[in-house]
């Protein structure tokens, strides 16, 4: 497969998942706007994400940042158009229909529309979108190499941003958020009420998403997800020693994620946090070392 198409599908799966992420985290600060942990939510999220910021309209500015500004590198609308940047270079393996909903997607993340709209609105415009991609890439998409690409970019992504949102909510305040705030602003709050619902705490919540196997959002889902897509990677011996990395990488992080211990206070989580963002890093730094150009990367700053 040429390393342009490889690189593209990556991190459009990247920037999907960013954008829809972003939404949905912005969607539950949002609510909590009548909270009073809704300062430091924001405040957190903001530093979280890479940006923080010092000011009396902490949630306004949140909002600005990671929602509709298209000068700000960790706004959904500049995630959406950086997917758009993606998939003009992977244009001849896309469907009509996939490319046509990027492109839509695109149009209204910059044309102002979401800008002129209540927020909430907004957010829920944005999750529509990026629910709209992924489900024609997933009816279109053969299950080649470039698809397993697409999977490694959303999976990593999904992990990475799971991380910034325990820190953000779990970490770094002076009290944690309540548990159903974490688990909304991580995708995971009916999977959990559906399968542990009378495990009513924080801890409870924190365990499902690090090590359900079977949620979708959770980290443990993701690292074997990524592992399998790995794995189905066939390339040549030289390539494979770097594939390797990646896959050790994941791997040494899914064995720390299922056994390390989780106590009521938390104490370990600010690693597991790290690790989680490290690990992410590194296999994306093996994988543009032996299949991309390296034209695309555009991470996260460092909290």
């Not at 999750?127 to 190499?145: F, H, K, N």
């Not at 494979?240 to 050790?248: F, G, K, L, P």
Request: net charge negative.
């Amino acid at each position: 497969m040429l390393s342009r198409i490889a690189e593209s599908m990556f991190w459009i799966g990247r920037y999907v998942e960013r954008a829809d992420d972003q939404a949905r985290v912005l969607t539950v600060n949002l609510e909590l706007g009548t909270e009073a942990d809704v300062v430091s939510f924001s405040t957190e999220l903001c530093r979280a994400m890479g940006n923080p910021v010092e000011s009396d309209s902490i949630s306004e500015d949140a909002w600005a940042m990671l929602g509709i500004d298209e000068q700000s590198p960790y706004s959904m609308v500049t995630a959406l158009s950086n997917c758009r940047g993606s998939a003009r270079r992977a244009r001849e393996i896309l469907s009509m229909s996939t490319w046509e909903a990027i492109n839509r997607s695109y149009r209204k993340a910059t044309s102002g529309r979401l800008a002129l709209m209540r927020p909430p609105l907004a957010c829920r415009e944005v999750r529509d979108s990026c629910s709209m991609i992924i489900g024609t890439l997933a009816a279109t998409m053969p299950r080649d190499q470039a698809w397993h690409f697409l999977q490694l970019g959303r999976l990593i992504e999904r992990m990475d941003m799971t991380a910034r949102i325990l820190y953000s909510t779990i970490v770094a305040p002076e009290f944690p958020a309540h548990h159903h705030i974490v688990l909304q602003a991580c995708g995971a709050q009916q999977n959990f009420v559906m399968t542990r619902g009378r495990e009513d705490t924080l801890s409870a919540a924190v365990d499902f998403i690090l090590r359900d196997p079977l949620s979708p959002r959770s980290v443990l889902y993701c690292l074997n997800e990524a592992l399998a897509c790995l794995d189905d990677l066939v390339v040549d011996k030289p390539a494979r020693e770097v594939e390797d990395e990646a896959i050790r990488q994941l791997g040494q992080l899914r064995a720390r994620i299922q056994y390390a211990p989780l106590d009521e206070n938390f104490t370990l989580l600010d690693h597991i946090t790290v690790d989680i963002q490290e690990a992410g890093a590194r296999a994306t730094e093996a994988l543009t070392a032996n299949f991309f150009e390296a034209t695309l990367s555009s991470q996260w700053h460092e909290r």
